[in-house]
């Protein structure tokens, strides 16, 4: 028996132990690798400070589990870890808890055994990658250009996150704090490249992590009265192509279960799967 494990919070002293440790697996661990490289950086507006806690024996890490701003556990970790994690986690009172299918249900089970919680979601996503050797010529689309998005586009964002959220079944946060929420998406302004057809915005899709690891896309959105004209397909091969121009090992994105459109869009597009997600948000 080795000795037990020590939880501690992620100090921008641990970074590099850290990177080191999710390089191992650094397709699986990429939202963590970037929380952690980012880790003593202000949040942009509307987001939550970055929170991570690793699990350690002696001087090795062994598993590590973001807190804050979206509840995300290493590939790699065991029980063991996740033990060493609960009390970290129950003080957790509203969040959104994301990780491979076998991760969260071990954590959930944990979790939902202290404490009774409401859960508000609970899903499971397809986690897909694209590599450059993989990548697939599109079809003809009718889009007039491919860009990044700027502030005048704002009102345009703000739209296209809640209808998404909306299309995922999620509370839309604009109901409660308007403002909060346009803040939210005008810090993320820099992260998104739109798409456009007849004189306006009709796709919307952000690249939320940008590292030399991979790319991580979420916030994929094409207005419904613009859709079946390769717009998606378009706007995502643009995004994919500056992804590996900046030389990104490889792209990634989820699919919710059961959106056969999208799956088939991302499968045409060279995408495969690697990962099967489970999503729980919780009070």
């Not at 839309?172 to 998406?185: H, K, L, Q, S």
């Not at 004189?199 to 790319?215: C, I, L, S």
């Not at 090992?249 to 088939?264: D, E, I, K, M, S």
Request: glycine fraction near 8%; charge should be positive; aromatic fraction near 8%.
């Amino acid at each position: 028996m080795g000795t037990a494990l020590a939880p501690r919070l992620v100090e921008p002293a641990d970074r590099e132990a850290a990177l080191r440790f999710l390089s191992r697996d650094a397709v699986a661990n990429l939202f963590l690798l970037d929380l952690v490289a980012n880790l003593g950086r202000s949040p942009s507006p509307g987001e939550a400070r970055t929170e991570i806690v690793a699990a350690w024996r002696d001087a090795q890490i062994v598993g590590m589990l973001s807190l804050h701003p979206t509840v995300i556990l290493d590939a790699n970790a065991g029980k063991e870890a996740v033990e060493a994690f609960i009390p970290y986690l129950e003080r957790i009172k509203v969040g959104l808890l994301k990780s491979s299918v076998p991760s969260v249900d071990l954590l959930w089970e944990r979790l939902s055994a202290r404490r009774r919680r409401r859960v508000i979601i609970d899903r499971i996503e397809t986690a897909y990658a694209l590599y450059p050797g993989d990548a697939k010529p599109i079809a003809l689309s009718e889009a007039e250009s491919a860009r990044r998005a700027r502030d005048s586009d704002l009102d345009d964002l703000v739209v296209a996150a809640r209808e998404s959220l909306r299309e995922e079944d999620r509370p839309d946060p604009f109901v409660g704090d308007a403002e909060g929420f346009r803040r939210w998406v005008r810090g993320r302004v820099a992260r998104a490249r739109v798409v456009e057809f007849a004189g306006r915005v009709a796709m919307v899709g952000y690249a939320d992590v940008q590292r030399p690891e991979g790319w991580l896309l979420q916030g994929i959105y094409t207005w419904p009265e613009c859709r079946q004209r390769g717009l998606a397909s378009f706007g995502v091969s643009e995004l994919c192509r500056e992804a590996f121009g900046a030389g990104a090992h490889h792209v990634q994105l989820a699919v919710v279960a059961g959106n056969a459109a999208a799956q088939r869009l991302y499968e045409g597009l060279g995408f495969r799967t690697f990962a099967k997600l489970r999503t729980i948000l919780f009070t």
